[in-house]
């Protein structure tokens, strides 16, 4: 690593499974897995385009993965030409 950090890198490397606490997490449910769903990534490849800078800002500003919304409104918009 080359940035500095406060971590205890030396620390946490002796660490076990069973150092961390995990309290906070909630157990996962039958309800929950009833809802799961599995998600299987597709292939992807890097590319650069060019989008104008007002409609990057509003992806940006959803507080979400960007790249991830605009592929997923480039695919439903697909998806309805194929009707």
Do not use: G
């Not at 080359?2 to 660490?15: C, F, G, S």
């Not at 150092?19 to 799961?36: C, G, N, V, Y």
Request: proline residues 4%; glycine residues 0%.
């Amino acid at each position: 690593m080359n940035k500095y950090t406060r971590t205890d890198w030396a620390r946490l490397a002796q660490q076990t499974d069973d150092d961390i606490d995990t309290s906070d997490i909630p157990p996962l449910t039958e309800q929950f897995f009833a809802r799961a769903k599995l998600l299987i990534p597709r292939d992807m490849i890097d590319r650069t385009i060019q989008i104008d800078a007002d409609i990057m800002k509003w992806f940006r500003d959803q507080e979400q993965d960007s790249t991830q919304s605009i592929n997923h409104v480039l695919r439903t918009y697909i998806e309805s030409q194929n009707v």
